[in-house]
């Protein structure tokens, strides 16, 4: 099992910054790709971010040159630098850990959700 835990969203002024960071614990042998994803109510989630073990990185458009994908490969963290932040920002962003496991299988996790509200 693994276990997501967030950190860092909050309430921001449009044009401001905020840092998200998510841990992973628990039991694996490694953790392979980790992400962002965010969604709002009545949407599908969809990808913000991603970044490979080997700092491989992806980004939607509509945060590219805003928002910054960076991993701490030995302490199994993940963290999202969003700068110039938009109104249409606002959303529940979820951290997403595809772990390889003991016995040879890859799994999904997803960690609980952190609310960011831009206000204009």
């Known amino acids: 099992q693994v276990q997501l835990v967030e950190f860092g969203g909050g309430l921001v002024q449009a044009g401001g910054s905020l840092r998200l960071s998510c841990a992973a614990s628990g039991t694996f042998r490694s953790i392979d790709a980790m992400g962002w994803y965010r969604q709002a109510p009545g949407r599908q989630r969809e990808v913000v971010a991603s970044?490979?073990?080997?700092?491989?990185?992806n980004y939607a458009n509509s945060v590219k040159g805003r928002f910054t994908i960076s991993r701490d490969n030995a302490k199994n963290t993940v963290s999202l630098q969003m700068n110039s932040l938009k109104p249409e920002d606002t959303d529940v962003y979820y951290c997403?850990?595809?772990?390889?496991?003991?016995?040879?299988?890859?799994?999904?996790?997803w960690g609980p959700g952190t609310q960011v509200t831009v206000s204009s």
């Open positions: 997403k850990a595809d772990a390889d496991m003991y016995g040879g299988t890859r799994l999904s996790y």
């Open positions: 970044i490979s073990s080997g700092g491989l990185t």
